[in-house]
């Protein structure tokens, strides 16, 4: 990957700019999931905003229209072979007599409207506007110090960013190196994004088929 164009204050600003609106949602009226869908789209606008105005493009993170293409290629070629991985962890541990359903601590809305805007929340917006913070402004702002501190730095902000009531939030740690990782190889914020939203789309699809077989 390029040097990072993203300096500390840059950095610091964008970063204080998402603080602030996550916080401000606390106090805006609406159902949960529509003021986040709503917050995280205002984080997605404001952020890109705050990089033209200082970059004058998206380039710096990764969301050029000539990296779109690479980065989309690469989004989908490592979804697939990181699914099949899955697929094969799930064969071994239904051989060695666990669940891997079982593992999915994920509880979904009980109605059809709430479900679908759960899907777009969490497969879409969510993952996007998550990956232009941690692998689009932190990940290339950590670069300058080589790859592993930025996978390590990112990575980490972005597990401590989700709820670790659950325990070891190991979805999150390989998911946020896997984001990283790709890309750094891809260039393209593209890549992460794709990754991102096609793996939180199949974990939520997996946890719906779940729950729709216990009352079947």
């Given amino acids: ?7 500390l204050k840059p950095l610091l600003t964008a970063l204080a700019v998402v603080v602030l609106l996550e916080a401000g949602a606390v106090w805006m009226p609406g159902p949960p999931l529509v003021v986040t869908g709503l917050v995280r789209l205002l984080d997605i606008g404001l952020l890109c905003g705050l990089l033209l105005l200082l970059n004058k493009e998206l380039s710096a993170v990764g969301l050029s ?23 094969a962890a799930g064969a071994v541990l239904m051989m060695a007599g666990l669940s891997p359903l079982g593992l999915l601590k994920l ?31 932190i990940y290339t702002a950590l670069r300058q110090w080589g790859v592993t501190v930025a996978v390590s730095g990112s990575t980490l902000l972005f597990v401590l960013s989700h709820s670790l009531s659950t325990g070891l939030p190991i979805p999150q740690i390989i998911g946020g190196i896997v984001f990283a990782l790709a890309y750094e190889r891809s260039k393209s914020l593209f890549a992460p994004i794709v990754i991102h939203c096609l793996g939180n789309i199949a974990i939520f699809s997996i946890a719906l088929i779940s729950s729709l077989n216990q009352f079947a």
């Fill in 1 to 7: 990957m390029e040097p990072a164009r993203i300096g």
């Fill in 107 to 137: 509880r979904l809305p009980d109605t059809q409207g709430e479900l679908v805007l759960f899907f777009l929340v969490g497969g879409l917006i969510g993952p996007v506007a998550e990956e232009l913070v941690y692998r689009g402004l």
């Fill in 65 to 87: 229209v000539k990296q779109a293409g690479p980065g989309l290629r690469t989004g989908v070629a490592w979804s697939a072979v990181f699914g099949a991985m899955v697929l």
